[in-house]
């Protein structure tokens, strides 16, 4: 069987040694690149199942990094491993084209589990499945979404949060539900995530998205349009 692939993006010889050796002891293929120009070599040559992208390179931005990646690898996990704990920086990177993030100093352990769950959901099989709701159709086993006909591309956290709202379209999914379903119910960081995830899918849905925010509950893809005004 062939090993899942990690690259490691990260100019810290220390922490990129410890990260590869953490990686391989867990039965990954993992390589590394210490810049922003060798990673991009490295995806164009052997595309990796996931990234684990280090926000701060020499030599390119780690949020600009992000878009390049993401563009060149729509389908690929990037967990984004960062410093900095502004909050602001982290929705930039989300919004940007990473799945998920950890705050540096992190625990092998928790890393290693967050991606598990990763590469877990993103080679699962979830059945011979295809939903349609209003204008949108949602291929699950193949992992496509079509939106009045035409296809909208999606990063894996955005198709497993909208297939988790739409097989129940017309319920209320708390936030505490989609987090388990969709990250993982180990996960330790802060939920804004969901809400950046939430705002991206209502913009590549455009007009026929009915995701609706329900405040101290969670969120509801509704079944039918919302009436005009």
């Known amino acids: 069987m062939t090993r899942e692939r990690i690259l490691v993006v990260e100019d ?3 922490i990129g040694s410890e990260l590869l050796k953490a990686l391989s002891a867990s039965g990954y293929e993992a390589g590394l690149a210490t810049t922003g120009a060798d990673a991009l070599a490295d995806v164009g040559a052997h595309p990796p199942d996931l990234i684990l992208l280090d926000l701060g390179l020499p030599d390119i931005e780690g949020v600009e990094l992000c878009r390049r990646l993401r563009a060149e ?7 984004v491993l960062t410093a900095r704990t502004e909050e602001f920086e982290v929705v ?11 705050t540096k100093p992190f625990r092998l352990t928790e890393l290693v589990a967050r991606i598990r769950a990763h590469l877990r959901r993103r080679a699962a099989e979830p059945g011979d499945r295809v939903i349609s709701v209003g204008p949108l159709r949602l291929d699950l086993p193949a992992r496509r979404v079509h939106v009045a006909g035409s296809e909208v591309v999606l990063r894996p956290k955005e198709f497993d949060l909208l297939a988790a709202l739409v097989t129940r379209a017309g319920e209320v999914v708390t936030r505490e539900q989609l987090m388990d379903e969709v990250w993982d119910e180990n996960w330790f960081g802060p939920t804004k995530t969901l809400d950046v995830h939430v705002s991206t899918l209502r913009r590549k849905l455009g007009p026929h998205g009915r995701i ?3 405040r101290g509950r969670g969120y509801r893809y509704e079944r039918e349009a919302a009436a005009e005004a």
């Open 12 to 14: 810290d010889a220390i």
């Open 73 to 79: 690898l729509p389908l690929t996990v990037v967990v």
């Open 92 to 102: 930039v990177a989300l919004d940007a084209g990473a799945d998920d993030y950890l």
């Open 212 to 214: 609706t925010t329900l």
